[in-house]
């Protein structure tokens, strides 16, 4: 099993849909846990923490399940903005820092 | 306050050459950690450095190498340049080793002809 693995997508949908992006994580001993937003060419951005109960930043909802070792990404009422790579990155105790999922592409369509 | 940044942002080499990659960190942050991110891939650790020291490392070979200098500042190298060298170098700062939040710089693409 991958350290972190998310569902690469794309994720086409109209705007002001809801999505969702789940990412599993292999390591039951993780503590730090964020999702971050990368545009095309661009440098990945910090979109959220993700806390233990759970956390909302406006339209995002961020939560972690770890009984079943994932984390999620609620996004509601979808803008043309939203259209990104969405990165869950997740601390693997006693190895690296950080490490990133491989992403999972969003597009936004009017 | 001055975000991290990258330079140079652009790099063209050949085989078998040498790079040096240079990263200034975020105001306030003592931790500089370096990934190499292949297209459509999510960054790669290759390593972290904090107090001038090498703290951890992924899964690089020894043609990567690096430095921090005790202004945070952090550089790095790679040798013997591959094709497969070719990709987006980041760095990122944080305020500590400990799995804060990392901020990235703009990245410099390298490519290996």
């Known amino acids: 099993r991958k350290e972190v693995e998310q569902d690469p997508g794309p994720f086409n949908v109209p705007e002001g849909a809801t999505v969702a992006f789940n990412c599993t994580y292999s390591n039951s001993a993780s503590q730090s846990f964020f999702w971050y937003r990368q545009d095309c060419r661009k440098e990945p951005k910090l979109l959220m923490s993700v806390y233990s109960s759970g956390n909302e930043d406006g339209r995002f909802t961020a939560q972690l399940n770890r009984a079943s070792q994932y984390i999620s990404l609620l996004i509601r009422d979808s803008k043309l903005s939203d259209s990104a790579t969405y990165l869950c990155?997740?601390?693997?105790?006693?190895?690296?820092?950080?490490?990133f999922g491989k992403g999972t592409r969003l597009s936004v369509i009017a | 306050d001055a975000g991290v940044t990258q330079s140079p942002t652009h790099l063209i080499k050949t085989r078998g050459q040498q790079v040096t990659l240079r990263c200034s960190p975020k105001?306030?942050?003592?931790?500089v950690s370096w990934y190499q991110q292949a297209l459509g891939q999510g960054p790669q650790f290759i390593f972290q450095y904090y107090e001038e020291e090498e703290r951890q490392r992924g899964n690089f070979p020894d043609r990567f190498s690096g430095h921090q200098y005790p202004n945070y500042s952090s550089e790095l190298n790679v040798n013997a340049l591959l094709l497969g060298d070719s990709a987006l170098y980041l760095c990122?700062?944080?305020?500590?080793?400990?799995?804060?939040?990392?901020?990235f710089g703009n990245g410099t693409r390298l490519t290996v002809t």
């Open positions: 105001s306030g942050h003592d931790t």
């Open positions: 990122a700062s944080s305020r500590d080793f400990n799995n804060s939040p990392l901020h």
């Open positions: 990155v997740v601390n693997i105790p006693g190895n690296t820092p950080l490490v």
